[in-house]
């Protein structure tokens, strides 16, 4: 009875609870005073961190290990490569060391490095992304190559070219295209939320005049003022379900890459939609869609089947025009 009279006593008297405060403070103060401290007094040669964060990742599995450091290193501290490379004697130090070694943690996760960045490049410009959207893919760039042989062989830039990006995604297709031929309308649609945001971002950034939409593939233009669409481009989700993708695509979103049993889901509902709408029924219509070679075949009798002939193929990417 005499300790819990003792602990009552304690309990209830302030001048011991502000006493006790103040020690906690003051050492939570000290604890944050001496991390920044150590993080400003850090230094380690770029050689150096270059070396044991490459091996550190190579000991994850990360195939691409010194390529990442080297890339976190240019965004660090704003040098590139090529100085890196030749000035191992200069130093990373203090909140950019712990910067890196905290990115260096997370790649070591397999998180992709364009989340890690919040950036990647497609078409040799720098878009904006972030975990809740797809990383561009260097093979979609196909896309853009072959679309604008198709405008210079069969279109005509002064004919009032209007193009759709379906499943847009970061805006990365629809802007490259709008940056490309100026002149041409673009808009874009993706059923993600986030995904827009992060395509009117990149829109903004690029000053470019590209309007985006969400909705499930073409669902969003239904409302919009009737116009004629002379191309598509499709870069939907077409890995089918029962397929192994790497740790880094694992954490990428999962409704932005698989695309059904056989990976075509979204396709079929894609041609069924372009063969009932009349924006896309003009004899000068192309779609553009990408999906892994082996599927091509497959992907052709789905076009055909809706009125659409294959006219192009190029490594992932199929051009169609109307039969």
């Not at 789905?302 to 659409?308: P, S, T």
């Amino acid at each position: 009875m005499f300790l819990l009279f003792l602990l009552f006593v304690f309990i209830n008297n302030s001048y011991i609870i502000r006493l006790i405060l103040y020690i906690v403070n003051t050492y939570c103060a000290y604890c944050q005073l001496l991390c920044v401290l150590v993080c400003y007094n850090t230094e380690v040669l770029i050689s150096d961190w270059l070396t044991n964060n490459t091996k550190k990742l190579e000991g994850t599995g990360v195939a691409t290990a010194r390529l990442d450091c080297l890339v976190l290193l240019e965004d660090a501290t704003g040098k590139d490569r090529a100085y890196l490379l030749a000035h191992p004697e200069a130093l990373v130090r203090g909140p950019s060391y712990h910067k890196l070694n905290e990115q260096v943690a997370r790649r070591a996760r397999h998180e992709p490095l364009a989340y890690i960045r919040g950036k990647t490049e497609f078409y040799g410009r720098e878009f904006t992304i972030n975990k809740h959207v797809l990383e561009p893919r260097p093979e979609s760039e196909t896309m853009i190559e072959l679309t604008l042989k198709v405008i210079g062989d069969r279109l005509k830039v002064s004919d009032n070219i209007r193009v759709i990006d379906v499943g847009t995604g970061s805006g990365a297709l629809a802007i490259t295209m709008k940056l490309e031929v100026p002149k041409i309308d673009i808009v874009g649609t993706d059923i993600s939320k986030s995904c827009i945001h992060i395509a009117n971002k990149n829109a903004e950034k690029f000053g470019v005049n590209v309007q985006f939409f969400q909705g499930n593939l073409l669902e969003p233009i239904y409302n919009l003022e009737p116009v004629t669409y002379n191309l598509l481009l499709a870069n939907l989700p077409y890995v089918p379900d029962s397929h192994t993708i790497n740790q880094a695509a694992m954490q990428e979103p999962k409704i932005a890459i698989f695309g059904g049993p056989d990976g075509l889901d979204l396709y079929r509902q894609l041609f069924l939609q372009i063969a009932t709408k009349s924006q896309f029924a003009g004899s000068k219509c192309f779609v553009f869609t990408e999906s892994l070679p082996p599927q091509h075949p497959s992907l052709a009798k789905i076009a055909k089947n809706h009125g659409y002939k294959q006219l192009k193929e190029d490594d992932f990417i199929q051009c169609f025009a109307r039969l």
